[in-house]
């Protein structure tokens, strides 16, 4: 069992930065993939980025390649997503979510097992 708390999220304007995290419990943490998806209002929920245990592996949604990125710290228990270059269209609610696949990096939601309660992100143009 794992649970995510993420954090930093927030309203910022178009063109600005923003540091999500997500905080995980459980000492199992190092051996999930982990990953982010979002959530804007009347919208399905969609893959943004996933990383592998080590952090070996990548991947990220073709809208957000070159300006987001995703990343770990297994010692802290905590995935990061870095957030640049933010678009109104980037308007949503982001969900960690933890699979135990722990070399594969999915993109689909029944791949993984365990979810955060999620955190808003608003752009402004």
């Known amino acids: 069992q794992v649970q995510l708390v993420e954090s930093g999220g927030g309203l910022v304007q178009s063109g600005g930065s923003l540091r999500l995290s997500c905080a995980a419990s459980?000492?199992?943490?190092?051996?999930?993939?982990m990953a982010w998806f979002r959530q804007a209002p009347g919208k399905e929920r969609e893959f943004v980025a996933g990383?592998?245990?080590?952090?070996?592996?990548?991947h990220c949604t073709d809208s957000v390649k070159g300006r987001f990125t995703i990343s770990r710290d297994n010692a802290k228990n905590t995935v990061y997503l870095q957030m640049n270059s933010l678009k109104p269209e980037d308007t949503a609610v982001y969900y960690c979510?933890?699979?135990?696949?722990?070399?594969?990096?999915?993109?689909?939601?029944?791949?993984?097992?365990?979810w955060g309660q999620g955190t808003q992100v608003t752009v402004s143009s």
């Open positions: 979510a933890a699979s135990l696949y722990s070399d594969y990096v999915g993109n689909r939601k029944d791949e993984y097992h365990y």
């Open positions: 459980g000492r199992t943490f190092s051996s999930y993939a």
């Open positions: 990383i592998s245990w080590t952090g070996g592996k990548t």
